[in-house]
């Protein structure tokens, strides 16, 4: 379970993040929707350390992450981010390793891992040996996908991680993230700004206003069968 306690960022007079409190619940899905500059990104790194609050507090299973050791937390926490990142002279499979031996796994169980999670979010064995630009961009984010979980990680933050996709290819990643947080029972920070991306993979959905101010929380169900404003409705399309 991860919690924002009135966690709030500032960084000189912007503020990014402003008094946000939430609970992402253990083996679920979180949406966090709202419009750009709405805080959503500070709010995800915050749970990595990437952002440090300037007041307020995260707290992952109760324990405040103020104190630990930024490099210790994240090998148990994946994140994709719209722009992968994928090393471009580094072949699919060794992109995916790399990153399990930096945490510390051996060469042959960072490679039997990243075969593993390449087959479990759909990369063929064939593609293990090429390099990111010979695959198509859907199968680059399936990579993406793969790198963040080669730590056997059970958080796992994606902010906006399927925007620069098609819409057909982006409705089978959507697929295969619900396939593979359910077998993984992960517990998922998601960012979105797209309503049928938030509707389709929330098990809670958080809708934002500017800085990270939470306008409605609640099931996709309880948000469209009845948005507490008009800024819901409308970002719901209801
Ligand atoms: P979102 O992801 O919802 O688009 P962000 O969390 O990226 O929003 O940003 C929220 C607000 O904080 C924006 O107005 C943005 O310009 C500002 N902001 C974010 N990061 C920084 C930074 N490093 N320095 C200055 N302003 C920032
Ligand atoms: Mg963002």
Redesign the pocket.
């Known amino acids: 379970m991860i919690e924002f306690v009135n966690a709030s960022?500032t960084?000189?007079d912007?503020?990014?993040?402003a008094d946000f409190s939430a609970v992402v619940p253990s083996g679920t899905i979180t949406v966090l929707m709202?419009?750009?500059?709405?805080?959503?990104?500070?709010?995800?790194?915050m749970v990595n350390k990437m952002?440090i609050p300037s007041s307020g507090a995260v707290l992952i299973d109760g324990v405040d992450i103020a104190a630990q050791n930024a490099v210790t937390l994240r090998r148990s926490i994946g994140y994709v981010m719209q722009d992968i990142g994928l090393l471009p002279h580094k072949t699919v499979l060794d992109n995916v390793a790399l990153i399990a031996s930096i945490a510390g796994q051996s060469r042959e169980t960072a490679r039997r891992n990243a075969r593993e999670m390449l087959t479990l979010v759909g990369i063929d064995a064939a593609s293990f040996g090429r390099f990111p630009r010979q695959l198509s961009g859907g199968q680059q984010q399936r990579v993406g996908v793969a790198r963040a979980l080669a730590t056997k990680p059970n958080i796992l933050l994606m902010?906006?991680p399927f925007g620069a996709v098609d819409p057909i290819v982006r409705e089978d990643l959507q697929d295969e993230l619900l396939r593979i947080q359910r077998e993984l029972k992960l517990t998922v920070l998601f960012?979105t700004h797209d309503r049928q991306e938030a509707l389709k993979l929330a098990d809670q959905l958080i809708v934002?206003s500017q800085?990270g101010r939470i306008e409605q929380s609640g099931t996709p169900r309880e948000l469209t069968k009845k948005p507490a404003n008009a800024f819901v409705r409308k970002l719901l399309g209801v």
Do not use: Q
């Not at 709202?34 to 790194?45: E, F, Q």
């Open positions: 960022k960084y000189g912007v503020v990014a993040l709202g419009l750009s500059g709405s805080g959503k990104t500070t709010a995800v790194r952002v902010d906006e960012v934002l800085k």
